[in-house]
């Protein structure tokens, strides 16, 4: 992730082959590529999910919609192996740094939305994507996971007019 050759000991990898130092480097590097591929492809489905959008709204259930159907295909298995194999600081904040970055477009739509405490509202709606991403993965079928909590989804963003706005104010 950040910088492969330094993962596992905070050093470069110099030292003979016969140490395993070198092999620990080229896992890193093999890691690390295969991380940041996974998140490009991910990234490149939900920014395709989202470009139709017309709205606010319609780009959070596009970009959950999108969420689901690939953790119905396990494209999150991995980044929660990741999380979870003890792996050096700099790699954890990088898999926090990817993931960041590939959530930005449901936040930036939340906060366009006026909701208030836009960051605590964009936390709170995610929950909702990681229990239905947990209940797909468990085996729940996807058509009706999604269709449950794009209702759900939609209930936090929309005011009670059938405005754009969270319930609360905004928007």
Not at 37 to 45: D, G, L
Not at 50 to 53: D, E, F, I
Not at 68 to 74: C, H, N, S
Not at 106 to 113: G, P, S, W, Y
């Given at each position: 992730m950040a910088t492969p050759a330094t993962e596992t000991s905070g050093e470069?990898?110099?030292?003979?082959?016969?140490?395993?130092?070198?092999?620990?480097?080229?896992?890193?590097?093999?890691?690390a590529t295969v991380t940041e591929?996974?998140?490009?492809?991910?990234?490149?489905?939900l920014t395709r999910a989202?470009?139709?959008?017309r709205g606010p709204v319609e780009r959070v259930e596009a970009f959950f919609r999108e969420?689901?159907?690939?953790?119905?295909?396990?494209?999150?298995?991995?980044?929660?192996?990741?999380?979870?194999?003890?792996?050096?600081p700099a790699c954890l904040e990088r898999l926090r740094e990817l993931h960041r970055e590939q959530v930005e477009p449901?936040?930036?739509?939340?906060?366009?939305?006026g909701a208030p405490e836009p960051e605590l509202t964009a936390d709170l709606i995610a929950g909702m994507l990681h229990t239905a991403l947990a209940a797909v993965e468990s085996g729940a079928p996807l058509e009706t996971v999604t269709r449950r909590t794009l209702a759900l989804v939609r209930r936090c963003l929309v005011a009670r007019d059938g405005t754009e706005g969270t319930p609360e104010g905004g928007g």
């Open positions: 470069p990898a110099t030292s003979s082959p016969g140490s395993g130092r070198q092999e620990a480097a080229s896992s890193a590097a093999l890691l591929e996974a998140f490009r492809r991910s990234n490149e489905a989202t470009a139709a959008a969420s689901l159907r690939l953790g119905a295909e396990g494209a999150h298995r991995p980044d929660a192996a990741l999380m979870n194999a003890g792996l050096p449901f936040r930036a739509a939340v906060r366009e939305l």
